[in-house]
Protein backbone atom coordinates (compact mmCIF):
# COMPACT_ATOMS: atom_id res chain seq x y z
CA UNK A 1 0.00 0.00 0.00
CA UNK A 2 1.38 2.92 -1.25
CA UNK A 3 1.16 6.57 1.62
CA UNK A 4 -1.43 8.28 -1.21
CA UNK A 5 -3.38 4.97 -0.59
CA UNK A 6 -2.94 4.60 3.17
CA UNK A 7 -4.01 8.81 3.10
CA UNK A 8 -7.72 7.75 1.27
CA UNK A 9 -8.07 4.53 3.40
CA UNK A 10 -7.34 6.22 6.81
CA UNK A 11 -9.99 9.40 5.30
CA UNK A 12 -12.46 6.54 4.20
CA UNK A 13 -12.42 5.22 8.09
CA UNK A 14 -12.35 8.37 9.85
CA UNK A 15 -15.56 9.45 7.65
CA UNK A 16 -16.94 6.09 7.93
CA UNK A 17 -16.47 6.55 12.13
CA UNK A 18 -17.98 9.98 11.72
CA UNK A 19 -21.29 9.09 10.27
CA UNK A 20 -21.74 6.49 12.26
CA UNK A 21 -21.15 8.43 15.26
CA UNK A 22 -23.83 11.03 14.08
CA UNK A 23 -25.79 8.35 13.07
CA UNK A 24 -26.24 6.43 16.48
CA UNK A 25 -26.15 10.55 18.30
CA UNK A 26 -29.27 11.28 15.69
CA UNK A 27 -31.27 8.42 16.90
CA UNK A 28 -30.61 8.21 20.55
CA UNK A 29 -31.09 12.06 20.69
CA UNK A 30 -34.61 11.93 19.09
CA UNK A 31 -35.71 8.31 21.03
CA UNK A 32 -34.79 10.66 23.79
CA UNK A 33 -36.83 13.73 22.87
CA UNK A 34 -39.89 11.76 22.17
CA UNK A 35 -39.53 9.37 25.02
CA UNK A 36 -38.87 6.30 22.56
CA UNK A 37 -37.59 2.89 24.51
CA UNK A 38 -34.08 3.21 24.98
CA UNK A 39 -33.76 -0.63 25.12
CA UNK A 40 -35.05 -0.97 21.90
CA UNK A 41 -32.95 1.75 20.15
CA UNK A 42 -30.05 0.09 21.55
CA UNK A 43 -31.30 -3.01 19.10
CA UNK A 44 -32.10 -1.01 16.37
CA UNK A 45 -29.02 0.45 15.91
CA UNK A 46 -27.21 -2.38 16.41
CA UNK A 47 -28.74 -4.11 13.28
CA UNK A 48 -28.14 -0.89 11.69
CA UNK A 49 -24.18 -1.31 12.07
CA UNK A 50 -24.60 -5.15 11.30
CA UNK A 51 -26.02 -4.53 7.73
CA UNK A 52 -23.60 -1.10 7.48
CA UNK A 53 -20.92 -3.63 7.38
CA UNK A 54 -20.60 -4.34 3.25
CA UNK A 55 -21.29 -0.14 3.02
CA UNK A 56 -18.47 0.66 4.97
CA UNK A 57 -15.89 -2.00 4.37
CA UNK A 58 -15.99 -1.48 0.68
CA UNK A 59 -15.82 2.93 1.24
CA UNK A 60 -12.80 1.75 3.60
CA UNK A 61 -11.30 -0.47 1.05
CA UNK A 62 -12.55 1.27 -2.68
CA UNK A 63 -13.13 4.68 -1.56
CA UNK A 64 -16.86 3.64 -2.96
CA UNK A 65 -19.99 1.50 -2.80
CA UNK A 66 -21.01 -0.39 -6.36
CA UNK A 67 -24.83 -0.52 -5.13
CA UNK A 68 -25.44 -2.48 -8.13
CA UNK A 69 -24.04 -5.54 -5.85
CA UNK A 70 -26.80 -7.60 -4.64
CA UNK A 71 -25.82 -7.38 -0.92
CA UNK A 72 -26.56 -3.80 -1.02
CA UNK A 73 -29.94 -4.01 -1.92
CA UNK A 74 -30.68 -6.65 -0.17
CA UNK A 75 -29.51 -4.97 3.12
CA UNK A 76 -30.85 -2.27 2.29
CA UNK A 77 -34.20 -3.82 1.96
CA UNK A 78 -33.66 -5.58 5.58
CA UNK A 79 -32.85 -1.80 6.65
CA UNK A 80 -36.16 -0.26 5.35
CA UNK A 81 -38.47 -3.77 7.05
CA UNK A 82 -36.63 -3.98 10.16
CA UNK A 83 -34.73 -0.59 11.43
CA UNK A 84 -36.52 2.07 9.41
CA UNK A 85 -40.38 1.06 9.71
CA UNK A 86 -40.30 0.12 12.86
CA UNK A 87 -38.25 3.07 14.25
CA UNK A 88 -41.03 5.53 12.61
CA UNK A 89 -43.88 3.31 14.23
CA UNK A 90 -42.07 3.82 17.63
CA UNK A 91 -41.97 7.66 16.76
CA UNK A 92 -45.52 7.90 15.95
CA UNK A 93 -46.41 5.94 18.46
CA UNK A 94 -48.35 2.92 15.96
CA UNK A 95 -47.53 0.15 18.02
CA UNK A 96 -50.60 -2.10 17.73
CA UNK A 97 -50.94 -4.50 14.86
CA UNK A 98 -54.66 -5.53 14.30
CA UNK A 99 -55.12 -4.48 17.99
CA UNK A 100 -52.03 -6.68 19.33
CA UNK A 101 -48.77 -5.02 20.59
CA UNK A 102 -45.80 -6.69 19.23
CA UNK A 103 -43.51 -4.70 19.81
CA UNK A 104 -41.95 -6.17 23.70
CA UNK A 105 -40.85 -8.96 20.81
CA UNK A 106 -38.59 -6.18 19.04
CA UNK A 107 -35.01 -7.03 20.83
CA UNK A 108 -35.35 -10.95 20.10
CA UNK A 109 -37.08 -10.23 16.78
CA UNK A 110 -33.96 -7.78 15.97
CA UNK A 111 -31.66 -10.20 17.00
CA UNK A 112 -31.99 -13.14 14.98
CA UNK A 113 -32.04 -10.30 12.06
CA UNK A 114 -28.82 -9.77 12.77
CA UNK A 115 -27.69 -13.12 12.88
CA UNK A 116 -29.39 -14.04 9.94
CA UNK A 117 -27.51 -10.75 8.13
CA UNK A 118 -23.94 -12.08 9.49
CA UNK A 119 -24.73 -15.70 7.62
CA UNK A 120 -25.81 -13.86 4.58
CA UNK A 121 -22.61 -12.02 4.38
CA UNK A 122 -20.46 -14.76 5.55
CA UNK A 123 -22.09 -16.67 2.92
CA UNK A 124 -21.29 -13.85 0.60
CA UNK A 125 -18.03 -12.67 0.72
CA UNK A 126 -16.60 -16.25 2.08
CA UNK A 127 -14.10 -18.08 -0.25
CA UNK A 128 -16.56 -21.21 -0.42
CA UNK A 129 -19.58 -18.78 -1.58
CA UNK A 130 -17.50 -17.13 -3.88
CA UNK A 131 -15.35 -20.15 -5.33
CA UNK A 132 -18.37 -22.52 -5.59
CA UNK A 133 -20.42 -19.57 -7.42
CA UNK A 134 -17.62 -19.60 -9.86
CA UNK A 135 -17.38 -22.95 -10.47
CA UNK A 136 -21.18 -23.07 -10.93
CA UNK A 137 -21.51 -20.27 -13.27
CA UNK A 138 -18.35 -22.10 -15.49
CA UNK A 139 -20.00 -25.21 -15.65
CA UNK A 140 -23.52 -24.56 -16.34
CA UNK A 141 -23.65 -20.99 -17.80
CA UNK A 142 -20.42 -19.52 -19.78
CA UNK A 143 -21.17 -22.18 -22.33
CA UNK A 144 -24.69 -21.00 -22.63
CA UNK A 145 -23.90 -17.42 -22.91
CA UNK A 146 -22.41 -15.62 -25.95
CA UNK A 147 -22.81 -12.28 -27.50
CA UNK A 148 -23.52 -13.42 -30.94
CA UNK A 149 -24.47 -10.25 -33.50
CA UNK A 150 -26.99 -12.42 -35.50
CA UNK A 151 -28.81 -13.24 -32.24
CA UNK A 152 -30.73 -10.29 -32.28
CA UNK A 153 -33.17 -10.77 -34.76
CA UNK A 154 -33.65 -14.41 -33.00
CA UNK A 155 -33.72 -11.90 -29.63
CA UNK A 156 -35.97 -9.58 -31.02
CA UNK A 157 -38.45 -12.49 -32.27
CA UNK A 158 -38.45 -13.84 -29.14
CA UNK A 159 -39.77 -10.87 -27.39
CA UNK A 160 -42.39 -9.89 -29.44
CA UNK A 161 -43.67 -13.64 -29.25
CA UNK A 162 -43.31 -13.51 -25.58
CA UNK A 163 -45.37 -10.34 -25.19
CA UNK A 164 -47.62 -11.67 -27.67
CA UNK A 165 -48.73 -15.10 -25.53
CA UNK A 166 -48.35 -12.76 -22.72
CA UNK A 167 -51.74 -10.53 -23.12
CA UNK A 168 -53.61 -13.92 -24.84
CA UNK A 169 -53.16 -15.81 -22.46
CA UNK A 170 -54.21 -13.17 -19.95
CA UNK A 171 -56.87 -12.15 -22.33
CA UNK A 172 -58.30 -15.80 -22.18
CA UNK A 173 -57.84 -15.72 -18.32
CA UNK A 174 -60.50 -12.58 -17.82
CA UNK A 175 -62.60 -14.10 -20.55
CA UNK A 176 -62.96 -17.43 -18.11
CA UNK A 177 -63.52 -15.25 -15.36
CA UNK A 178 -66.12 -12.74 -16.76
CA UNK A 179 -63.40 -10.12 -16.37
CA UNK A 180 -63.04 -7.32 -18.75
CA UNK A 181 -59.54 -6.61 -20.83
CA UNK A 182 -60.00 -3.18 -21.56
CA UNK A 183 -61.10 -2.82 -18.62
CA UNK A 184 -57.85 -4.06 -16.39
CA UNK A 185 -55.75 -2.02 -18.79
CA UNK A 186 -57.58 1.23 -18.24
CA UNK A 187 -57.68 0.85 -14.34
CA UNK A 188 -61.02 -0.10 -14.63
CA UNK A 189 -61.62 3.30 -16.02
CA UNK A 190 -63.28 1.89 -19.30
CA UNK A 191 -65.29 -1.12 -19.45
CA UNK A 192 -64.59 -1.72 -15.80
CA UNK A 193 -65.30 -5.10 -14.33
CA UNK A 194 -65.44 -6.22 -9.96
CA UNK A 195 -64.28 -9.85 -12.16
CA UNK A 196 -60.47 -9.95 -11.32
CA UNK A 197 -59.75 -13.27 -9.99
CA UNK A 198 -61.42 -16.51 -10.13
CA UNK A 199 -63.32 -18.68 -7.78
CA UNK A 200 -62.98 -22.09 -6.70
CA UNK A 201 -65.73 -22.94 -9.30
CA UNK A 202 -63.27 -21.25 -12.14
CA UNK A 203 -60.61 -23.25 -10.72
CA UNK A 204 -62.05 -26.52 -11.22
CA UNK A 205 -64.01 -26.09 -14.50
CA UNK A 206 -60.80 -24.95 -15.94
CA UNK A 207 -57.50 -26.49 -14.13
CA UNK A 208 -54.99 -23.80 -15.69
CA UNK A 209 -57.13 -20.42 -15.14
CA UNK A 210 -54.74 -19.51 -12.66
CA UNK A 211 -51.85 -20.22 -14.97
CA UNK A 212 -53.08 -17.93 -17.70
CA UNK A 213 -53.73 -15.12 -15.27
CA UNK A 214 -50.24 -15.25 -14.37
CA UNK A 215 -49.40 -15.30 -18.20
CA UNK A 216 -49.50 -11.37 -18.19
CA UNK A 217 -46.12 -11.38 -16.39
CA UNK A 218 -44.33 -12.68 -19.65
CA UNK A 219 -44.59 -9.29 -20.94
CA UNK A 220 -41.92 -7.94 -18.13
CA UNK A 221 -39.25 -9.59 -19.25
CA UNK A 222 -40.64 -9.52 -22.98
CA UNK A 223 -40.31 -5.31 -22.62
CA UNK A 224 -36.79 -5.79 -21.36
CA UNK A 225 -35.68 -7.46 -24.11
CA UNK A 226 -36.79 -5.47 -26.53
CA UNK A 227 -35.65 -2.42 -24.48
CA UNK A 228 -32.01 -4.16 -24.96
CA UNK A 229 -32.30 -5.16 -28.26
CA UNK A 230 -34.29 -2.05 -29.58
CA UNK A 231 -32.23 0.53 -30.25
CA UNK A 232 -33.89 3.01 -32.49
CA UNK A 233 -37.41 2.53 -31.47
CA UNK A 234 -37.29 2.46 -27.50
CA UNK A 235 -39.88 5.09 -27.92
CA UNK A 236 -42.19 2.65 -29.02
CA UNK A 237 -41.84 0.64 -26.05
CA UNK A 238 -43.88 3.35 -24.55
CA UNK A 239 -47.19 1.81 -24.75
CA UNK A 240 -45.90 -1.12 -23.88
CA UNK A 241 -44.99 0.00 -20.82
CA UNK A 242 -47.75 1.93 -19.76
CA UNK A 243 -50.14 -1.30 -20.73
CA UNK A 244 -48.31 -3.42 -18.41
CA UNK A 245 -47.89 -0.60 -15.63
CA UNK A 246 -51.82 -0.29 -15.97
CA UNK A 247 -52.65 -3.62 -15.86
CA UNK A 248 -50.37 -4.69 -12.95
CA UNK A 249 -51.53 -1.68 -11.41
CA UNK A 250 -55.29 -3.19 -11.54
CA UNK A 251 -54.61 -6.67 -10.25
CA UNK A 252 -52.50 -5.07 -7.18
CA UNK A 253 -49.37 -6.45 -8.41
CA UNK A 254 -47.14 -3.21 -7.36
CA UNK A 255 -43.79 -5.10 -7.16
CA UNK A 256 -44.20 -5.68 -11.05
CA UNK A 257 -44.03 -2.15 -10.92
CA UNK A 258 -40.95 -2.22 -9.13
CA UNK A 259 -38.94 -5.07 -11.32
CA UNK A 260 -40.80 -3.09 -14.66
CA UNK A 261 -39.34 0.57 -13.37
CA UNK A 262 -35.35 -0.55 -11.76
CA UNK A 263 -34.85 -3.38 -14.59
CA UNK A 264 -34.58 -0.73 -17.16
CA UNK A 265 -32.58 1.25 -15.03
CA UNK A 266 -30.62 -1.08 -13.67
CA UNK A 267 -29.56 -2.53 -16.92
CA UNK A 268 -28.46 1.05 -18.31
CA UNK A 269 -25.81 1.89 -15.47
CA UNK A 270 -24.52 -2.36 -16.29
CA UNK A 271 -23.99 -0.91 -20.19
CA UNK A 272 -22.32 2.06 -19.52
CA UNK A 273 -20.23 0.41 -16.56
CA UNK A 274 -21.38 3.21 -14.04
CA UNK A 275 -22.12 3.22 -10.55
CA UNK A 276 -25.67 5.38 -9.18
CA UNK A 277 -24.72 7.80 -7.53
CA UNK A 278 -26.27 9.28 -4.39
CA UNK A 279 -28.46 11.80 -5.72
CA UNK A 280 -29.52 9.38 -8.31
CA UNK A 281 -30.13 6.77 -5.67
CA UNK A 282 -32.56 8.87 -3.50
CA UNK A 283 -34.43 10.25 -6.62
CA UNK A 284 -34.96 6.32 -7.58
CA UNK A 285 -36.30 5.65 -4.35
CA UNK A 286 -38.60 8.84 -4.08
CA UNK A 287 -40.08 8.04 -7.27
CA UNK A 288 -40.76 4.27 -5.98
CA UNK A 289 -42.28 5.49 -2.74
CA UNK A 290 -44.53 7.89 -4.42
CA UNK A 291 -46.29 5.41 -7.23
CA UNK A 292 -45.72 2.28 -4.49
CA UNK A 293 -47.98 4.96 -2.69
CA UNK A 294 -50.27 6.37 -4.84
CA UNK A 295 -51.18 2.70 -6.61
CA UNK A 296 -51.52 1.64 -2.91
CA UNK A 297 -54.16 4.38 -1.95
CA UNK A 298 -56.39 4.23 -5.14
CA UNK A 299 -56.18 -0.09 -5.32
CA UNK A 300 -59.22 -0.66 -3.79
CA UNK A 301 -61.07 2.13 -5.80
CA UNK A 302 -59.61 0.03 -8.85
CA UNK A 303 -60.28 -3.16 -7.68
CA UNK A 304 -63.72 -2.15 -6.63
CA UNK A 305 -64.64 -0.52 -10.15
CA UNK A 306 -65.29 3.28 -8.86
CA UNK A 307 -62.22 4.60 -10.22
CA UNK A 308 -63.96 7.00 -12.34
CA UNK A 309 -66.09 8.23 -9.31
CA UNK A 310 -62.95 8.57 -7.45
CA UNK A 311 -63.06 12.35 -6.00
CA UNK A 312 -60.80 12.42 -3.08
CA UNK A 313 -57.41 14.09 -3.36
CA UNK A 314 -54.22 11.92 -2.72
CA UNK A 315 -51.74 13.31 -0.26
CA UNK A 316 -48.28 12.34 1.20
CA UNK A 317 -50.07 11.52 4.03
CA UNK A 318 -52.29 8.76 2.21
CA UNK A 319 -49.29 7.90 0.33
CA UNK A 320 -47.08 7.58 3.86
CA UNK A 321 -50.05 5.86 4.98
CA UNK A 322 -50.44 2.82 2.29
CA UNK A 323 -46.32 2.68 2.15
CA UNK A 324 -46.01 2.37 6.08
CA UNK A 325 -48.66 -0.53 6.05
CA UNK A 326 -46.68 -2.56 3.45
CA UNK A 327 -43.56 -1.88 4.72
CA UNK A 328 -44.90 -2.92 8.54
CA UNK A 329 -44.65 -6.41 7.72
CA UNK A 330 -41.85 -6.34 10.79
CA UNK A 331 -45.04 -7.10 12.65
CA UNK A 332 -45.45 -10.51 11.62
CA UNK A 333 -42.09 -11.76 12.09
CA UNK A 334 -42.62 -9.93 15.74
CA UNK A 335 -46.10 -12.15 15.98
CA UNK A 336 -43.99 -14.88 14.88
CA UNK A 337 -41.62 -14.67 17.32
CA UNK A 338 -44.07 -14.62 20.19
CA UNK A 339 -46.22 -17.19 19.49
CA UNK A 340 -44.27 -19.63 17.40
CA UNK A 341 -42.64 -22.17 19.35
CA UNK A 342 -44.45 -20.80 22.53
CA UNK A 343 -47.74 -22.01 21.46
CA UNK A 344 -47.54 -23.44 18.18
CA UNK A 345 -44.99 -25.76 16.51
CA UNK A 346 -42.92 -24.83 13.68
CA UNK A 347 -43.70 -26.44 9.99
CA UNK A 348 -40.44 -27.98 9.60
CA UNK A 349 -40.45 -27.53 5.77
CA UNK A 350 -44.32 -27.39 5.04
CA UNK A 351 -44.16 -24.58 2.72
CA UNK A 352 -41.51 -25.91 0.61
CA UNK A 353 -43.84 -29.13 0.48
CA UNK A 354 -46.40 -26.87 -0.60
CA UNK A 355 -44.35 -24.83 -3.52
CA UNK A 356 -43.76 -28.56 -4.92
CA UNK A 357 -47.09 -29.19 -5.01
CA UNK A 358 -48.28 -25.32 -6.10
CA UNK A 359 -47.84 -26.13 -9.88
CA UNK A 360 -50.03 -28.70 -9.78
CA UNK A 361 -53.90 -27.54 -10.87
CA UNK A 362 -56.57 -27.42 -7.90
CA UNK A 363 -58.90 -29.85 -10.09
CA UNK A 364 -56.45 -32.62 -10.17
CA UNK A 365 -55.59 -31.85 -6.60
CA UNK A 366 -58.72 -30.81 -4.76
CA UNK A 367 -57.35 -31.12 -1.37
CA UNK A 368 -54.35 -28.87 -1.92
CA UNK A 369 -53.62 -26.77 0.95
CA UNK A 370 -55.96 -28.65 2.86
CA UNK A 371 -54.63 -30.94 6.25
CA UNK A 372 -51.51 -28.90 6.66
CA UNK A 373 -51.25 -26.51 9.23
CA UNK A 374 -52.57 -22.85 9.40
CA UNK A 375 -49.76 -20.82 9.17
CA UNK A 376 -51.50 -17.78 8.96
CA UNK A 377 -53.92 -19.04 12.02
CA UNK A 378 -50.54 -19.98 14.23
CA UNK A 379 -48.50 -16.49 13.60
CA UNK A 380 -51.33 -14.63 14.71
CA UNK A 381 -52.29 -16.74 17.69
CA UNK A 382 -55.53 -18.00 16.42
CA UNK A 383 -56.93 -14.27 15.45
CA UNK A 384 -57.95 -15.11 11.69
CA UNK A 385 -57.98 -11.23 10.44
CA UNK A 386 -54.70 -10.71 9.43
CA UNK A 387 -54.50 -13.91 7.35
CA UNK A 388 -57.80 -13.15 5.89
CA UNK A 389 -56.69 -9.64 5.00
CA UNK A 390 -53.50 -10.64 3.19
CA UNK A 391 -51.39 -9.88 5.38
CA UNK A 392 -47.76 -11.07 4.34
CA UNK A 393 -44.47 -12.30 6.34
CA UNK A 394 -41.05 -11.52 5.12
CA UNK A 395 -38.72 -14.51 3.88
CA UNK A 396 -36.53 -14.58 6.68
CA UNK A 397 -39.52 -15.37 8.85
CA UNK A 398 -40.52 -18.42 6.14
CA UNK A 399 -36.61 -19.80 7.43
CA UNK A 400 -38.14 -19.23 11.15
CA UNK A 401 -41.33 -20.82 10.32
CA UNK A 402 -39.87 -24.09 9.57
CA UNK A 403 -37.13 -24.60 11.64
CA UNK A 404 -36.60 -21.31 14.07
CA UNK A 405 -33.09 -19.89 14.26
CA UNK A 406 -31.27 -23.06 13.06
CA UNK A 407 -33.43 -22.31 9.33
CA UNK A 408 -32.44 -18.23 9.72
CA UNK A 409 -28.28 -19.60 10.25
CA UNK A 410 -28.97 -21.87 7.47
CA UNK A 411 -31.01 -20.36 4.76
CA UNK A 412 -29.50 -16.78 5.03
CA UNK A 413 -26.43 -18.60 4.64
CA UNK A 414 -27.12 -20.39 1.64
CA UNK A 415 -29.32 -17.42 0.51
CA UNK A 416 -25.77 -15.45 0.66
CA UNK A 417 -24.29 -18.03 -1.67
CA UNK A 418 -27.04 -17.14 -3.80
CA UNK A 419 -26.40 -13.86 -4.34
CA UNK A 420 -22.53 -14.14 -4.79
CA UNK A 421 -23.45 -16.33 -7.57
CA UNK A 422 -25.84 -13.77 -9.21
CA UNK A 423 -22.74 -11.29 -8.76
CA UNK A 424 -20.12 -13.06 -10.35
CA UNK A 425 -22.81 -14.28 -12.87
CA UNK A 426 -22.71 -10.54 -14.18
CA UNK A 427 -18.84 -10.02 -13.64
CA UNK A 428 -18.04 -13.36 -15.79
CA UNK A 429 -20.54 -13.21 -18.18
CA UNK A 430 -21.59 -9.47 -18.12
CA UNK A 431 -20.43 -8.80 -21.83
CA UNK A 432 -23.36 -10.34 -22.77
CA UNK A 433 -26.64 -8.41 -23.49
CA UNK A 434 -29.13 -11.47 -22.28
CA UNK A 435 -26.94 -11.45 -19.01
CA UNK A 436 -27.09 -7.97 -18.43
CA UNK A 437 -30.93 -8.60 -18.72
CA UNK A 438 -31.41 -11.48 -16.46
CA UNK A 439 -29.20 -9.51 -13.87
CA UNK A 440 -31.11 -6.46 -13.84
CA UNK A 441 -34.14 -8.60 -13.70
CA UNK A 442 -32.93 -10.54 -10.55
CA UNK A 443 -31.82 -7.52 -8.89
CA UNK A 444 -35.22 -6.15 -8.65
CA UNK A 445 -36.92 -9.09 -8.12
CA UNK A 446 -35.06 -9.56 -4.92
CA UNK A 447 -36.98 -7.05 -2.89
CA UNK A 448 -40.12 -9.38 -3.62
CA UNK A 449 -38.17 -12.12 -2.76
CA UNK A 450 -37.10 -10.61 0.75
CA UNK A 451 -40.77 -8.85 1.54
CA UNK A 452 -42.83 -12.08 0.66
CA UNK A 453 -41.78 -15.05 2.08
CA UNK A 454 -44.23 -17.66 0.67
CA UNK A 455 -41.72 -20.11 -1.29
CA UNK A 456 -45.30 -21.15 -3.96
CA UNK A 457 -45.73 -17.39 -4.74
CA UNK A 458 -41.69 -16.72 -4.69
CA UNK A 459 -41.42 -19.50 -7.31
CA UNK A 460 -44.85 -18.76 -9.13
CA UNK A 461 -43.83 -14.68 -10.02
CA UNK A 462 -40.08 -15.90 -10.92
CA UNK A 463 -40.99 -18.61 -13.49
CA UNK A 464 -43.51 -16.21 -15.06
CA UNK A 465 -40.58 -13.23 -14.90
CA UNK A 466 -37.61 -14.22 -14.76
CA UNK A 467 -37.08 -17.70 -16.32
CA UNK A 468 -38.24 -16.89 -19.74
CA UNK A 469 -35.89 -14.52 -20.03
CA UNK A 470 -33.45 -17.19 -18.93
CA UNK A 471 -35.44 -20.15 -21.41
CA UNK A 472 -35.01 -17.13 -24.15
CA UNK A 473 -31.09 -16.53 -23.58
CA UNK A 474 -30.57 -20.12 -24.15
CA UNK A 475 -33.00 -20.75 -26.88
CA UNK A 476 -31.47 -17.63 -29.11
CA UNK A 477 -28.15 -18.95 -28.36
CA UNK A 478 -29.01 -22.57 -29.12
CA UNK A 479 -30.33 -21.75 -32.37
CA UNK A 480 -27.59 -19.47 -32.82
CA UNK A 481 -24.85 -21.94 -32.47
CA UNK A 482 -27.57 -24.45 -34.91
CA UNK A 483 -27.22 -21.71 -37.59
CA UNK A 484 -23.33 -21.99 -37.56
Known amino acids: MTANDYKKTMFYLVLALTVLFIYTFFTYLISYIYNINLFYVTFLNFLSYTLFVPFIASLIKNGRVNVLEPIYIVNGTFYLYFVFQPSMDLLFNNRYFFGVDYFSQLPMATTYVAIGIIMLMIGYYSNFGVSISRRIIKKFFIKNTNNNPNSKIKSFNYAIFLSIISFVGFYYYLKTIGGSFIGTITLNIISGSHHLYPTLNDQFSNPFVNYFGSMYLFSVGGFMILYAFQKRWRLLLIPLFLIIFALSSTMGARFVLIILILSPIIYEYI??????????????????????????????????????????????????????????????????????????????????????????????????????????????????????????????GDFYVNFGIIGIVIFMFVFGISLRLLWEYLRLLGKSNWTKIIFAISLSYLIQFISRGSPSQILTQWFFIVFPVIFGQWLTNRFSLRSK
Do not use: C
Open 271 to 396: KRNKVPKLTHIVTIILILFLIFGIIGALRVSIQSNKISHYNSSINLHDIWLEFSYDAGIYNTFYAMIKNIPKNYNFVYGYTYLAALIQPIPRALLPNKGSGGPSIGLNIFDGNPIPAESGVAYPMI
